[in-house]
């Protein structure tokens, strides 16, 4: 199980069933959630700059949405994975996409930090297939 997880989507129906279905399966502790990638990245900042605590939980896996106003899921991974949040990259992403894209695909094996791409909605499946991969 892990300590703590984020999702990051636009959409709040796909955030609450999220919610919903990772606690039913007892598969994170706690679930933060950002609608977009900048309100995710505002979210490492705040652990990085404001935290005293520096033990305090930081994400051990990101679920991702690509396409998000503001900020998305690609410029989301370029500043994610840049000097800048090192100490994160632990975490690892999994993204979640409504459309499964050959050029996505292609797309996020430049970033070895994300380690599957599966198509939304996240089901009760989905995570003991995670489960099983991941550990």
């Known amino acids: ?39 995710a990245l505002l979210h490492f900042n705040t652990l990085k700059y404001n935290n005293k605590n520096k033990a305090d939980k930081k994400p051990e896996l990101i679920f991702l949405d690509l396409n998000m106003p503001i900020m998305g899921g690609w410029e989301f991974l370029d500043h994610f994975t840049s000097d800048a949040y090192t100490e994160f990259n632990s975490a690892k992403v ?8 050959p050029e996505d ?31």
């Open 1 to 39: 199980m892990f300590e703590q997880i984020l999702c990051i989507d636009d959409d709040p129906i796909t955030l609450m069933l999220c919610k919903k279905v990772i606690s039913k399966s007892s598969f994170a502790h706690e679930i933060i959630t950002a609608q977009n990638g900048e309100e």
């Open 94 to 101: 999994i993204v979640l996409s409504s459309t499964i894209d």
């Open 105 to 135: 695909l292609a797309k996020a094996k430049k970033y070895p930090i994300i380690i599957d791409f599966l198509s939304k909605p996240i089901t009760q499946a989905m995570l003991e297939y995670l489960k099983k991969k991941i550990s």
